[in-house]
């Protein structure tokens, strides 16, 4: 069994720049696609990711060189073989509750990141809880 410092070596290790770059540079492209279930403010009782945690995934991202498309830019650059080598991160949001408008867009458009927001159509309309 590891021990908590051989796994914080070895997470760093594996995380390092160096190790990325050359990895990187012997893969395909790739998009990384992130999903965010609910932006939640605290004082709502929804549970979910604060507001204040995906702005600062956003600025980390942001920091350390990553670019942000559209998941339907990255299907289409990458079936016609025109993605980009780049740190790629896509972003998707689902089920459509309200907050992923009043919260989460407002956040993604501050750091001009493309979202796509797949909608149960039955909840949407009022026929489905999920």
């Known amino acids: 069994m590891k021990t908590p410092a051989v796994r914080k070596l070895f997470r760093q290790a594996l995380t390092a720049p160096l190790l990325s770059n050359m990895v990187r540079s012997l893969l395909s492209p790739w998009v990384t696609v992130l999903l965010v279930h609910r932006v939640a403010p605290a004082n709502e009782g929804i549970s979910g990711v604060s ?5 600062n ?3 980390y991202l942001c920091a350390h060189g990553y670019d942000f498309i559209s998941i339907d830019d990255a299907i289409e650059q990458t079936l016609a ?6 740190k ?4 998707t949001i689902d089920d459509g509750f309200l907050d992923q408008v009043t919260t989460a867009a407002q956040i993604f458009q501050e750091f001009d990141c493309p979202a796509t927001c797949f909608l149960v159509s039955g909840l949407v309309d009022g026929r489905l809880w999920p």
């Open 57 to 59: 995934c956003l600025r």
């Open 51 to 55: 507001p204040e945690h995906l702005r």
């Open 88 to 91: 790629w991160v896509c972003f």
């Open 81 to 86: 073989g025109s993605l980009p080598r780049k």
